[in-house]
């Protein structure tokens, strides 16, 4: 589908040209007319867009009456997300259900709203009758993100309600898609892998009893096993890629087309196609293939300036995608450091010691500590640039030898709890649709008649 004829060629060629030059707006004027995007100006203070009782996002403080960087900070609806972890981690309980109840309904569940709250979960993991053979196996691709986009767009055929924007009815799809988007995103993956690499297909259904980290896993691997470790440090991914405020990328999708009074399975579509961009969710594959493409070009690994001049590549565009960046470094918002980075880095060593990964593992830490540097030589930097979320994500999914495919899937099953959260909030608070300005910088043309073009 992608071949094209020559003519096509030549008009693609020359037209694209004229796009870009036709599109092309001086980069002064950005500055001069105040354009804020997002956060990135130079203050750092950017537009404020909403406000949310979601999440909350630190990393400054005011020491003094000046905004000091600090190291980041994360709360889930007030709890700190260090507290989060640890609260279900001691118990011995898997937390993506008890974390889900909390950014939904504001509030830790109880013993009781937590049982309750895992069966309605179990009773939603169902798709339609023959969904499975006749929406997520056809057309498989590579792209498990698009196939999940696919598949989301068609559920909606089978709602009676699907438009229908009242609170219940918009909680009940928001509980549907969690429960089913690790099915739709597993089978996608199985299909993919068996009618394009030709590898044996495998349907396994949901355990009504497992925990959603442990269905994702035994959903994947064609015997169903898995040991706790894998599952509790998947448990915590998911835990940590849940929920990041309003304002990032995906999230803001959703604010935006929600306010347009649109549809649960339109909004969600698009927060997908967002958090897929290398910029955003898919920077966990960029990661790894990143590092792939490390080892192939430098000789010794463990030398810390061979290391260092690849990254220097990198940044010059000369080496990977050559697009500039180091993926898994930086972030909008942190600047010191990213707590889930950190959260991470504790049960990935753990991982990496029981898969016999150290020496990848230390490969991580040492650009970790390189890559801020090489940044702040070669860049112009507002604020620190540290590791996110992202850097460690990938290679804890291939230590659990999950395929790169479903890298930036599985951050969708776990920030969609985030989106339906904002989804809610947003419809319960502004009945307004967001519209910021775009100020035009074109001047009035006179208009040309045909034959004087
Ligand atoms: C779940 C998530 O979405 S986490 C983010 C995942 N994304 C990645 O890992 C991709 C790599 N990182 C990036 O592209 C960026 O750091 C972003 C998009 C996350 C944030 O971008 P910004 O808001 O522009 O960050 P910041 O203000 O700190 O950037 C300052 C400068 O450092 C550069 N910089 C920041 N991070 C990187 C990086 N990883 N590699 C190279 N340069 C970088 C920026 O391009 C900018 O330079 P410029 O003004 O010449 O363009
Ligand atoms: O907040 C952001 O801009 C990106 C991010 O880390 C996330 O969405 O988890």
Not at 69 to 79: A, I, N
Not at 333 to 342: C, L, T
């Amino acid at each position: 589908m992608s071949e094209t004829t020559t003519q096509m060629q030549d008009f693609l060629t020359r037209q694209a040209k004229v796009c870009h030059d036709n599109c092309e707006i001086e980069k002064d004027l950005y500055k001069e007319l105040g354009v804020k995007r997002g956060l990135r100006d130079v203050d750092g203070v950017g537009v404020l867009a909403g406000l949310t009782n979601i999440s909350c996002i630190q990393s400054s403080e005011m020491i003094n009456g000046e905004k000091v960087p600090c190291e980041g900070k994360l709360f889930y609806r007030g709890y700190n997300i260090y507290e989060l972890v640890d609260g279900f981690m001691k118990r011995g309980e898997f937390g993506f259900e008890e974390i889900t109840y909390l950014l939904l309904f504001g509030k830790l569940p109880d013993e009781k709203q937590l049982k309750e709250f895992r069966e309605i979960l179990a009773q939603s993991m169902t798709l339609p009758k023959n969904f499975t053979r006749d929406v997520i196996l056809k057309a498989p691709s590579k792209d498990i993100m698009n196939t999940l986009t696919k598949s989301i767009l068609t559920l909606a055929s089978y709602d009676d309600k699907a438009s229908d924007i009242s609170m219940e009815n918009v909680l009940r799809q928001c509980l549907m898609l969690i429960s089913v988007l690790p099915m739709m995103a597993v089978y996608g993956y199985h299909g993919y892998n068996h009618y394009v690499n030709d590898d044996s297909l495998y349907i396994h259904r949901p355990d009504p009893n497992c925990s959603m980290a442990e269905n994702i896993l035994r959903m994947l691997r064609p015997d169903k096993s898995y040991t706790e470790l894998e599952a509790r440090v998947l448990d915590i991914a998911l835990v940590l890629h849940m929920e990041h405020g309003g304002g990032n990328n995906s999230t803001f999708t959703t604010h935006v087309v929600t306010s347009s009074g649109s549809d649960t399975y339109s909004v969600i579509a698009a927060a997908l196609s967002s958090l897929k961009g290398p910029k955003h969710g898919g920077a966990n594959i960029k990661v790894v293939e990143m590092m792939q493409d490390l080892r192939k070009n430098v000789d010794d690994i463990s030398d810390e300036s061979q290391v260092e001049e690849y990254l220097r590549k990198l940044l010059h565009k000369e080496a990977f995608d050559q697009k500039g960046l180091i993926y898994g470094m930086g972030h909008a918002v942190y600047s010191i450091s990213d707590p889930r980075a950190q959260i991470f880095k504790a049960f990935v060593k753990k991982l990496a010691l029981a898969k016999e990964r150290e020496k990848d593992f230390e490969l991580y830490s040492m650009i970790e500590t390189l890559a801020p540097k090489v940044i702040a030589d070669e860049r112009k930097i507002y604020k620190g640039v540290s590791a996110n979320v992202d850097f460690y994500s990938g290679f804890v999914y291939s230590m659990l030898d999950i395929p790169l495919e479903l890298f930036t899937p599985i951050f969708a099953m776990a920030r969609i709890v985030g989106w339906s959260a904002h989804r809610l909030e947003e419809l319960t608070n502004v009945d307004k649709i967001i519209r910021p300005a775009y100020q035009s910088v074109q001047d009035e043309k006179e208009y040309i008649e045909m034959e004087d073009r």
